[in-house]
């Protein structure tokens, strides 16, 4: 039966204009997310355009390539399937899983051998030697999970609130699709996810031997989700709750969480000057519905984490640079820039008082530009209302601008 293929057209407008193109496009992000749905889009565009396009698929995780370990199994495999005749396309589905895969692409990319497709599920794929190998030869492309607006068209449910508290329970994984929304249901299978994750992502890759300790980490993330703090008050706090982990242990566990596109490290800067501060920082996860399947979850206690963690990633999808903003001494949740543009934002539950209002809007009143500024809140009847000229507006209309 034929798989009912649903467009994410915000992915497939970046990446169109390098398709036939002498660069090898790269999709990253974190397992579960998409990636392998985006190379079918691409492969059906693609033979869409030209029904004669030669298509050779690799993924990496079926048991028909286990085969290809090395560059050298791979080009010879890519070598003997080309089509002569035809234009050939070459999609390889987490290339990561193939030792010293970019001499292989360079190869066939200076001998226009085939266009090339990759999806990778570690950030450090795009580094050292491959970033030298193959600089400026190819583009990456960074794949979420889905947005509210998709999470409402791939699962046909109206927006609403309990489809908005159903979004910050359970996340944006695609399979859900499949799965239906019942959390249950649901959280096991993203306990399942959460596991290949940290086993092949994290512990194999990264070499992690305590993988208690990891998950203790993971485990005080989800507590602590959108708090500042640094590595070494973290080893503190696990030591005061009898865990011993060096402060550089630490440090290489969130590098090796945030390389596998799990938690995403957001620093804090100096609105006026752009300085990043070198201690201190937030961290979010990729996928709600991932945070809260690992934890005890309670909606109602965790609603403030949800919405700011949310919000992130929305800065995100759109292509933001994000900042923790400092103002002299107050904090600003959100400074996103992009293309020399900025936005401020405070993300409050709601707006109970008048000290949480003069909180909320008094930080973003103060700082000494015009860029626009937003409080997101839950509210249902003060949202789309400005208080000196900054706009409060509900999540819901937040996420689907």
Known sequence: MEEKIIKRPQYLDKIRPFMNKAVIKILTG?????KSYMLKL???EITTLDPEAHIIYIDKELEDFTFLTDHQQLHEYVIQNLAPTKQNYLFIDEVQEINAFERCLRSLLNQRKCDIYCTGSN???LSGELATLLAGRYMEFSI???SYTEFLEFNQVENNNESLRLYLTLGGMPYQHHIGLEPTIVFEYLKNVYASILLKDVVSREGIRNVALLENLVMYLADNTGSLFSAQNISKYLKSQRIDIPTQSVINYLKALTNAFFIHKVSRADIQGMKIFESGEKYYFEDLGLRNCIRSFNYRADIGKLMENTVYLHLLRKGYRVFVGRSGNQE???????NGE???IQVAYILADESTIQREFGNLAAIPDHYPKYVVTMDEFSAGSTFKGIQQIHLRDFLRS
């Open 30 to 34: 974190q397992r579960r997310v998409g």
């Open 42 to 44: 691409l492969m059906k």
């Open 123 to 125: 950030a450090t794929m």
């Open 144 to 146: 979420h999970g889905l």
């Open 332 to 338: 600003i949740d959100f400074m996103a820039e992009k």
């Open 342 to 344: 900025r936005v401020y």
